[in-house]
């Protein structure tokens, strides 16, 4: 079940918050929401109980929200888009940035400062770690 959509799946905690994220930051010519709309599992379902359904703890993945990693080809920045557990939109997840910006910095390989935008607003992220 979800077998297009899973591809792109990963799972992140930060301070006691456990996120699900679906990384599409590579896919500049696919809209998440599109392809999303379009997978057959989901297309019949609105997209908050899609989200409610999968952050269910006994029956689906289990977590606090889902996070959705796009390209901003204007802003040419990353751009999160973020879903409680019950399918509600959220503005800003400050243990979810943390989450995402580990996920670029190691997946994506960006450098040690870069920006991202989340929401209405723009962060600037900075990974810290002891040089060895």
Not at 13 to 20: H, R, Y
Not at 62 to 76: F, R, S, W, Y
Not at 91 to 107: A, K, P, Y
Request: aromatic share 18%; with cysteine.
């Amino acid at each position: 079940m979800f077998k297009n959509l899973f591809n792109n799946f990963f799972k992140y905690q930060s301070l006691g918050n456990d996120l699900i994220i679906f990384d599409f930051y590579k896919n500049q010519d696919k809209n998440f929401f599109d392809f999303l709309l379009k997978t057959k599992e989901v297309k019949d379902k609105d997209f908050a109980s899609f989200v409610s359904e999968i952050c269910l703890r006994n029956f689906g993945i289990g977590a606090d929200g889902v996070l959705i990693i796009t390209n901003n080809l204007e802003l040419k920045i990353p751009e999160i888009f973020i879903y409680n557990s019950d399918g509600g939109y959220g503005e800003v997840c400050f243990n979810g940035l943390r989450c995402i910006s580990h996920h670029l910095f190691t997946q994506h390989n960006f450098e040690k400062n870069f920006k991202v935008k989340m929401g209405k607003r723009r962060f600037e992220s900075t990974i810290v770690y002891p040089d060895t």
